[in-house]
């Protein structure tokens, strides 16, 4: 009998520890790879504007927008959006903006994609589109202000 309390105890006590622990959800995780890629992107992109817009003009074709435009809303996307993911603010929203950008990015430079680049934005638009399907788990701001209101 001794044992079997132990056991039981032991059990509980792990159990608590696991409920615990829920608040890291992966999610947490999810959302700084993703912020820390596209932020990392924006940075390259922010550190030689005069490249960016030079890329954008001659290499990427990017439908339907100003070369100028589109490498100035490129660079401020990959910077604002992988903040706002990363605190878990309007996440989804965010996370569907992130996944559209990348989307963009793939038909609009996919002649140069090739082997792992095609992997990479594969894997990039799964964590995006996971954080869509499923949010941004319980540590995040917005988990906390729709908690509050």
């Keep these: 009998m001794p044992t079997q309390n132990l056991y039981q105890t032991t059990l509980n006590r792990l159990d608590n520890v696991a409920s615990g622990l ?4 992966p999610y947490i995780w999810l959302r700084f790879a993703l912020a820390l890629v596209f932020f990392k992107s924006g940075l390259v992109k922010f550190s030689n504007m005069q490249s960016t817009v030079f890329l954008f ?5 990017v439908p339907l927008l100003d070369p100028t435009i589109a490498a100035y809303l490129a660079t401020w996307a990959e910077l604002v959006l992988p903040v706002v993911i990363a605190v878990g603010l309007l996440t989804r929203l965010s ?3 992130l996944f559209g950008f990348n989307a963009v990015a793939i038909l609009s430079y996919y002649h140069a994609l090739n ?3 095609i992997v990479d934005h594969t894997l990039w638009g799964a ?3 996971s954080l869509i399907l499923f949010g941004p788990g319980r540590f995040s701001l917005d988990h906390l202000l729709f908690k509050k209101y």
């Design 22 to 25: 829920n608040f890291l959800s």
């Design 95 to 97: 996370s569907l903006a």
């Design 127 to 129: 964590m995006a589109l």
């Design 57 to 61: 003009e001659y290499e990427y074709k």
């Design 115 to 117: 082997g792992w680049a």
